[in-house]
């Protein structure tokens, strides 16, 4: 990612040329490097030679559209933050999107100004701290499996690397950093996506779902246990 010295670098996709247009301006105004593309094939191709700090990606698009752009990047370590931008804003489309592995997830129509504060917030998450996570960079072992923060990766006792979303990973490290305790819903939702973020319930427990049938793949789909009305336990023996 660039130094905090320099201008973070935004990348705007929306197939919408005149928003799009309109958005990077705004950006622009206020000292955010801003690139315009309008596909996700455009995207990928910026990605091969260059590593913004966030993206702002439109769901609604023709050919490709912004989840399935999003499935392909999130997971990958040292991915930009990506804000979704859409008309679709109930909130099943949100807990779709934040589970996917978005930071952050607008209605549309979206005033510029909050925009701006979002991405901000996002930027800010990233480069101030976005949770105790990021201070950890020691390898964490418990029950066989090594997790190792650093780099967002996961190793099975059998010695199989297992794929995990972004906001898949960081609901694993904030449960290690407590083992044998509970932890509420809140604190699994502030320590996946910071303070700015809006509270959804179901957005954690779609995301503990994920985990939990990814670490099943693996024969460890007791580790995490829940606790009805509190919130989830991970039981670690090692």
Known sequence: MNDSGERKHVVVLDDDAELRTLICEYLEAHELRVSAVGSGAELRLLLGTDRPDAIILDVMMPVEDGLSVLKDIAGKA?????????????????????????????AKPVNPRELLARVRAVLRRRTAGRGPEEEEVQAIRFDGWVALPAS?????????????TTNEYRLLLALLRRPGRVVSRDTLMFDVHGADAEFYDRAVDVGISRLRAKLAEHDAS??????????YLLVRRS
Do not use: F, H, N, W
């Open 78 to 106: 040292d991915r930009p933050a990506i804000l979704m931008l859409s008309a679709m804003a109930s909130d099943v489309d949100r807990i779709l999107g934040l589970e996917l592995g978005a930071d952050d997830y607008i």
């Open 152 to 164: 967002y990766g996961l190793v099975s006792p059998d010695g199989t690397t297992v794929e995990l």
């Open 222 to 231: 007791e580790l995490i246990r829940t606790v009805r009305g509190e919130g």
